[in-house]
Structure formats: C-alpha cells, structure tokens
C-alpha cells in the first residue's frame, strides 16, 4: 500500500478552528461571520475532494505531528473510510449552517457566535477522529468532541438544558475516561502498539478472557455509538437546538462513536481475528442486535419527534455495529455506506422537526395531525428522509441496506438478517403513520391550523439539499461504493 | 563558571531572602524586586543545568571544596543535580519565579505593610524547597525541610481567622514528620557511617538484611509521608492551604508536598534501590493501599466542599497518592508516571490556586455560590481555570493526561487494579466538579448579551496576576506535547538500569 507523507490532513482540520477563531472575533458582524463559516466549509470541501482520486487508488494520506508516547505519536493517516466520513461531516455542515441562519436568526436567540464557535470545533474534532492514524489520536479528538458540544447541548440554559447537559457529560466522559481510556491502556501495555493500519495488533497467545474484556470495555467505552445501556445521553441532548441535533446527533457526534468502534475492530482486533473467534464477533452482533431492535420499540411509544428521531438514530448506529461485527467483506461495506446514507436521510428529518416547530410551533407528533398540507413541501421532504432511513428505493438508504443484508448471509450470523428486517418494518411503523397523520388526520388543534405555514425560504433551501442528497445518493451510490468497497478491501486484507 | 551552577540555583533565593528582609527596612518597596532578582538567578541557573545533565550527565558539586579530596568524604556538604531532580529545580525555580510575579497586587492588599516579610519568607520557603531538591546528602535534606517547614508555618499563620490554628496544626504534624526522618536518618548513619547519598547507596547492599536499616528506612518514609500529606496524614492540608493568605497558598500547595514526594522518590532510588524496595512487599502493598485510599477520599471530600481553595487543597491530597503509588509501583511506567507527576502538577497545582487567587482577588470570596456570573465578568481567568481543570481531569494533550497514562500503564503492568480505579474515579470526580462550577458560573444565569437581561460588566483580575495564570495555564499543554522528549532524555536516564521494561 503507497502512503504520501503530507501536511493536507492538518491544513484540513485547522481550516474549521481558524474559522472558529474568525467567527470569535468577528462575532459582532452576523453576516461576516457566517461568510467565514461558508468560506471555511467550502475550503475543507474542495481539499478533501482533491485527495478523493489518490484515496480511491489505495494511496493514504500520512503525518506525523508530534510523539507523544514511545510508539504513539499524535499522526493522521486518511484512508477510503476516514475521508468518506470526512467528506459527509463537511458537506452536511454547509445546509446546516444555513439552516441555522434560518433557525436562530428569527427566533433572536442568544449567544449566536458562541453557537457558530463551538461548532466549528466540533467539525474539526469529527474530522480529526475520522483522520487519526492511531487510537490514542482518535481518543484526544474524541474528547475534544464531546467538551466542545456540551455549550450546544446546554444552549438555551434553562434547567431542561442543564440536566441534558449533565447527562450528556455523565454518560460521554464518563464511559470514554472509566472504559475506553483504562482500556486503551491495556492494549498499549500488552501490545505496544495502537495503530490502526496494522490491522490487529494482539499477538496470538492472548487470552481470550482478556480480549472479550477489552471488546466489551471499547464497545461500552465510545458511548457516542448509542449502543445499549449507555444510550441514554442521546434523548437527553435532545434539548440541544435543532441544527445541533440535526448535524452532531445525527450525523458527527454520533457516528464518531460508531467510526471509533470500527476503528478498533478493524485496526486494534482486526477482521481475521474476529472472523476466527466466533466469541468476538457473536459479542458484537447480539449486542448490537439488541439495541437495534429495542430502540425502535421504544422509538414507537414516543411522542415527541424529536426523541422518536434520537430513538430510530440509536436504531440505526447499530446497524453499522452489527455490519463490521459480521466481518464479511460486503457486511463491512454495507456498514461504511450506512454512514453516508444515514447521515443524508436523518439530517434531513432532524432539519424537517426544526422545520415543523419553526412552522407551527409542534415539538409532539400528537400536535400536527393533519397540519401537513400547510406545509407541503417540508413534509414531503419529512417523508424522502423516511424512506432513506427505512431503507426503500429511491434513496440511498437502500443500497446501504441491501450491502449489509448481503453480508449477513455471508456470514455464519444469518439470523442477522431477520434482524435486519424485523427492524427495517420497525422503521416503517414509526416513520410512516408521522406522515399519514400530517396529511389526512383531523386536525385537533385548530389554532394551531391558522397559525401553520411554511417555514422561510433560510429554512427550506437546507431541506431542499439534503432530501435530493438521499435521492441521488441511490442512483449515484458508485462513487461512495468505491469508498466502501476499497476500505472493506484493505480490513479483509491489511 | 558553568561547574558552579548548582550553587546559584539555591544562592540566589537565599540571597533574595536576606536582602528583602534587609532592604525593605529602609524601601519597603524594594523587597519585591530583590527577590524577584534572586529567582530569575535561580531559574535561569536551573534551567541551563536541564541542558547539561541532559548533555553530559549528572553534574555533583562539593561545597566549599570541602569531600573533592580523599579522606574529607564525611565533612564535606555535597550538592547533586541529576536525571532525577534537575526538571523538577527547573519546576520549582520557575514556578516560583511566576508565583512571586503573580503575588505583587495580593500582597499589597491582603498584607499590606507587611510585604518585606512575606517576601522573605517566600523566598527562604524557595530555598528550603530547592535545597531538598538539590541536596546530596540525607542530614542536609533535613536542614533544608526545616527551613522550608519553617517559613511555611509562618507564612501560613499570615492569614485571617482560622490560619493560626491551622498553621499551628501544620507545626505539629510537620514537625512529627521531621523528627520520624530525622531519626531514620540517624539509624543509616549509625550503619553506614556517612550521609552522603552516592556513598550510602555503596555501603548499604554490603550490610545484608539488616533490621536496623529497615527500620530507618521505615522512619524515613513515614517522615516524608506525613511532610507529604499522604493519607492518613493529610489532616493539616486542607486547613492549612485554605485559611492562609492567597498568596501564601500559591506557592505552597504546588511546591511543598512535591518537593517532598521528590525526596522520598530520592530515597527510595538511590539511597536504597528497587530491588530492597521490590524485596519488602509489605510496605509496598502498604504504601499502594495508602495512595488508593488517599485518591479516593481525596475526591470524595473535594466532591463535597463548597469553598474553592478547599475543593482545591482536596485535589491536593488526591494527587499526592497519584505520585506515592507510581512510585511504589515499582516499575518503568509507574516510576516515569510519578516523576513526570511531580513536575506536572506542581504545575498544573501552581495554575489552579493562580486561577482561584484572581477569582477570589475579584470576587472577594472563594465559595461555590458566590461564582454566579464569574464567567461573564472574569473570562479570561475562568478560560485558564477551564484549562487547567481539563489538565487535571486528564483531557489530552495537556500533561495531566501523560502522567495518567504512565501511572495507569504500571498499574495495569502491576495487576494493582485497585490502584486504576482510583485514579478513574479521582478523573470523573474532578470532571463533576469542573461541570458543577461551570453550570454556576455561567448556565444558571440569564445571558447579559439578551436584551432585558441585567448586564454583567467584566471586571478581570489586574494584568500582573493575569498574565502568570494565563502563562502557567498553557504551560500545561507546553508539558504536555514536550512529554517524549522530556521522558526520553531526562526521566528515562533517572530510572535505575535494573528495572524490567
């Protein structure tokens, strides 16, 4: 495998903090100040886009910044997976920062620069997770991610706000520092290396106890991957504003766990030993199974939209769990597409539940039985995310889909794939009935009726990109495909 | 003039010391700079002689001349700079140095009239501290703990209030302590027939398993551990470091107890070895019980104060088992993770009780409720404060989170996974504790920056204690990204050559 030794991976990451730093000082500009933001976006953009044609030949991207620790330095490497992450985070920040403008402008929320301020930081620690060369990287951008959220978490600082945010905390920090941390070190003691492009680093003779150990610590560790019990943080972050919870508990925050627990299967334990160790990955797939079913049952009872969507997106990172735990080669495909196509299809419903409360001021389901036609065009929109998260045809939810169905049967887990159905119905059943019930249910309320309209344009325009995205996303899945395949290549042969 | 470096490290504060006090008899102004000359003398010193060690090795002086020729071994005073202690010189002088920057404005409001005292009292504290760093000889330690002991008593009992019971508490613990090491350094002597470090180290594997140097090497470490503040011996601390001037606590909490774990890490490894400590597991499982127990109460009482400098001073005592068990670990990671400690949280300490001095200068008072708002009006101090909190808890890059990984890394190496959890805990309850203030500080307060919310006016700390606060803030990341080079060419040569990897 060829690597260029080369500073972009850096230049990349830093575009965003500069931008953070930018919009700290030019906080008093509105208008300046979002420019920097798009500016910076579109920089980061059009860098990660010149590596795509090295990457997509096999080529990676290194740097060394610092040695931190003997055998661990503070180094980027970008690979297929890390730059299709990568690339999501960054376009999805454009429609969101636009959305945002449409959000907090009217509302005149407080605290606008520190908004746009931490969330750049939280752009480029997700992008930094999605670069590190090695785990004790991945770890320090891991972190940086969850202390630059919390001010988003607790934005609107009412006692809703801080319990979230304390429990944000709660669960975050304290999985990352009680489990994956002592966890990380372990490994770094047995084995001295942490990694990734090894493809495994324990040596044979470690005991078995030891690495179910390890597994489970890392799994429950990273609990930005959702995985059940430690889900809990995601419902309560909920309080978060719209845009916040449409772009990092959609589509960054969260698939930076789930990015970080394929990492470490595939990088620290590696696909061979999981393959080989029927234990390991049948821990993985019932784990994941668990969750997966379970959190679209509870997403059903729910009410609010937004804790339904934060339930279904629980749902749908184990998903990916569940792919890299089958550790076929189209499995592994299957879960890296599921990132971009989740990431499309979500973000689109998280921007239509900010949508719905701009337009009529609903945060319950309950609350917009048969509202729909005052505002056609967002819940059309509402309705294209669903599918692409259900997995039907045509949006890109579907081709994720099918890799990871494909997988299952490779594997020797084939009851994953009644897993996989049995939740994709789940989908339907708590997706669908929003959008029957927006269009021809009685309405209830008939105030709300009057008042109901369709949200300004700021607000549509982002919806209006990432519901094409899913569409286009299932007819031009090649490139992403290229992606997927040539990561699920190199995880099957390091 | 370099091969007298190592006696300008502690000449100079000395030196301040005297004329601060002889000085601001006839310019009460003149004390600060003084010392402030004294320091920088000491400092710069300090850190030329980091260069040298790591160029050219351990650097050994004899006072006087007196020892350099044969026969003169047992008179002469000799004075050491090696792997072992010349970071921390380095830690202390410039900790020190910032420290006396930092305390100009609270000195001349908390103590006003009163500065030529405080200032030569500090700086003979400095000396006291330097001398135990840099001492090749184990009676002399003693002499320099004293003086060290001593001015801290006084400069503790300068405060309001309770500070004079709590000093007077601090003078008896400190002085148990120093009696305790003072007898086990009689009993070595009385076996070895030398004080001097490097001779010691020869002599004592010849005397096999004597019960007389066990029991001085247990006298010994119980001294240290109660001049340390080690659990149970921590009960003067908290007081101590809370009821006495600001200033005061400054340069105390970072230094004092460090300064201590240092000599007992000298003792440990090279007055006797790691093979005679690995040889007495008794006082091994011992001493990483106590340092278990000393992280979790630690944390937990910090957990339940609701004064700042006392949250802090509890922070104090938990670190102090971080150190005492890397060592008593009694391998490569554990001994790295405790010297690397030692250096980091005087740091990491010294920036702490900077932060809550500008808060307090400010605020007027240090507890919990009074913090509402402090974000808006100190925004600077409280991004250090935020900081400094990140490096304590453990949040990469910065240097608490190296000495963490070292310290976990031996345990784990160890099996001692009582001794992991602790340190697990003492991280998330300094993270509760850093969430709590900041949901006081800032969230539970209307946002000035919306209209009909009452404006809250910034209202910083004065430059000159500012810029120390800041300095020392970053400092922590400094440490941090500079961990390899620092733990390859420095920490790395202090370990003794037998330890397994």
């Known amino acids: ?494 | 003039m370099t091969d007298q470096l190592p006696i300008l490290v502690i000449l100079g504060p000395l030196l301040g010391a005297v004329f601060a006090a002889l000085g601001g008899w006839f310019r009460p102004k003149s004390s600060h700079p003084l010392v402030i000359i004294g320091l920088v003398l000491s400092f710069v010193a300090a850190l030329k002689l980091v260069f040298t060690v790591a160029d050219t090795g351990a650097q050994k002086y004899w006072l006087g001349g007196w020892g350099s020729k044969p026969g003169y071994g047992v008179v002469g005073i000799q004075i050491t700079v090696d792997h072992l202690n010349t970071l921390l010189l380095a830690a202390v002088s410039g900790i020190a140095l910032l420290t006396a920057l930092y305390t100009k404005r609270l000195v001349d409001t908390e103590l006003a009239g009163r500065q030529r005292y405080f200032y030569a009292l500090f700086s003979l504290l400095v000396t006291g501290l330097l001398g135990i760093t840099i001492t090749g000889d184990i009676f002399n330690l003693y002499v320099f703990m004293e003086i060290a002991a001593l001015s801290s008593y006084a400069l503790i009992a300068y405060g309001k209030g309770r500070a004079y019971m709590a000093a007077f508490n601090y003078l008896i613990m400190g002085t148990m302590g120093a009696c305790l090491y003072l007898l086990g350094v009689g009993f070595v002597f009385a076996k070895s027939g030398t004080l001097n470090v490097d001779d010691i180290s020869i002599i004592l594997p010849t005397l096999g398993q004597s019960q007389a140097v066990f029991v001085g090497f247990a006298l010994i470490l119980l001294g240290a551990w109660a001049k340390m503040a080690l659990f149970p011996f921590h009960g003067w601390l908290p007081n101590a470091y809370t009821y006495s001037p600001t200033a005061g606590a400054a340069i105390l909490a970072p230094l004092a107890t460090k300064v201590a774990v240092y000599a007992m890490l000298r003792i440990m490894l090279t007055v006797y070895s790691v093979d005679y400590i690995l040889n007495s597991p008794s006082i091994q499982s011992i001493a990483l019980g106590l340092s278990t127990i000393a992280i979790v109460v630690g944390s937990f009482f910090s957990l339940s104060q609701t004064n700042l400098k006392k949250i802090a001073s509890y922070f104090v005592v938990s670190e102090i088992g971080y150190m005492v068990g890397g060592a008593w670990l009694a391998n490569k990671p554990g001994l790295t993770g405790a010297m690397y400690h030692v250096v980091a949280d005087a740091a990491m300490t010294s920036a702490l009780f900077m932060a809550i001095g500008c808060i307090a200068y400010r605020l007027g008072q240090s507890k919990l409720d009074g913090l509402k708002g402090v974000f808006f009006k100190m925004p600077v101090t409280m991004a250090a404060f935020v900081f400094t909190m990140a490096a304590l808890i453990g949040v990469p890059p910065t240097c608490g989170f190296f000495s963490k990984w070292y310290l976990i890394q031996g345990a784990v190496q160890a099996g001692v996974w009582h001794f992991v959890i602790a340190l697990l805990i003492s991280s998330l309850v300094k993270a509760i504790i850093l969430f709590r203030i900041v949901e006081i500080g800032y969230n539970r307060v209307p946002h000035p920056a919306v209209d009909g919310n009452p404006a809250i006016p910034c209202n910083e700390a004065p430059l000159g204690m500012l810029i120390p606060t800041v300095a020392m803030a970053l400092g922590l990341v400094a440490i941090g990204l500079a961990t390899s080079p620092l733990v390859n060419t420095i920490i790395a040569k202090a370990l003794p050559a037998t330890l397994t990897p």
């Open chain 1, 1 to 494: 495998m060829e690597t260029i030794p080369s500073t972009t991976p850096v230049w990349i990451i830093l575009t965003s903090s500069i931008a953070a730093l930018l919009v700290l000082l030019l906080g008093r500009w509105p208008n300046v100040r979002e420019s920097c933001i798009f500016a910076a976006a579109l920089i980061k953009l059009a860098l990660l886009l010149s590596l795509t044609p090295d990457v997509l030949e096999g080529k990676q991207y290194e740097f060394e910044v610092i040695e931190l620790l003997p055998n661990a330095p503070f180094a980027f490497r970008i690979d297929a997976l890390g730059l299709l992450f990568a690339l999501v985070s960054v376009s999805l920040w454009i429609p969101t920062t636009v959305f945002s403008m449409g959000f907090l402008r009217p509302l005149k929320r407080h605290a606008q620069t520190r908004f746009f301020f931490f969330f750049a930081i939280a752009i480029s620690s997700a992008v930094g997770v999605a670069f590190s060369a090695n785990l004790l990287t991945l770890f320090i951008f891991y972190e940086v991610l969850s202390l630059s959220t919390y001010p988003l978490v607790t934005h609107h600082q009412d006692d809703d706000a801080i319990k979230g945010g304390r429990k944000y905390l709660t669960y975050l920090l304290g999985t990352s520092v009680g489990l994956a941390l002592p966890a990380m070190i372990i490994v770094y003691q047995k084995t001295g290396n942490l990694d990734f492009a090894s493809g495994g680093v324990f040596l044979e003779e470690t005991s078995p106890i030891l690495l179910i150990v390890l597994l489970l610590m890392f799994l429950y560790g990273f609990a930005k991957a959702g995985l059940m019990p430690f889900h809990a943080w995601l419902p309560g972050a909920m309080v978060a504003p719209a845009p916040v919870s449409a772009l990092l508990h959609a589509v960054a925050v969260v698939k930076v766990g789930v990015f970080s627990i394929i990492r470490v299967l595939t990088g620290i334990f590696g696909v061979d030993l999981l393959a080989n160790a029927p234990l390991l990955s049948t821990t993985v797939c019932v784990l994941a199974s668990i969750t997966l079913i379970v959190a679209s049952l509870i997403a059903l009872t729910q009410d609010n939209i937004k804790s339904r969507l934060a339930y279904s997106t629980i749902g749908q990172l184990s998903y990916i769990i569940l792919g890299v735990g089958l550790a076929t080669e189209s499995a592994i495909t299957g879960a890296a597409l599921h990132i971009p196509m989740h990431a499309f299809g979500k973000i689109t419903l998280f921007l239509c539940a900010g949508a719905i409360y701009q337009a009529c001021g609903a945060k319950c389901i309950s609350e917009i039985h048969g509202l729909g036609h005052r505002f056609p065009l967002t819940m059309t929109a509402f309705f294209i995310g669903s599918l692409c998260v259900i997995g039907l045809p045509p949006t890109g939810g579907f081709i994720s889909k099918w890799y990871l169905l494909n997988g299952s049967l490779d594997s020797g887990q084939q009851w994953a794939f009644a897993v996989f159905l049995t939740s994709s119905l789940l989908n339907a059943a708590y997706f669908l009935p929003i959008v029957y019930k927006a269009f021809f249910a009685t309405p209830t309320d008939l105030d709300r009726l009057e008042r109901a309209k369709e949200p300004p344009r700021l607000t549509i325009m982002p919806l209006f990109i990432t519901t094409t995205g899913c569409v286009l996303l299932f007819f031009f899945s090649g490139k992403l495909l290229q992606f997927a395949n040539r990561f699920a290549e190199l995880c099957m042969n390091p």
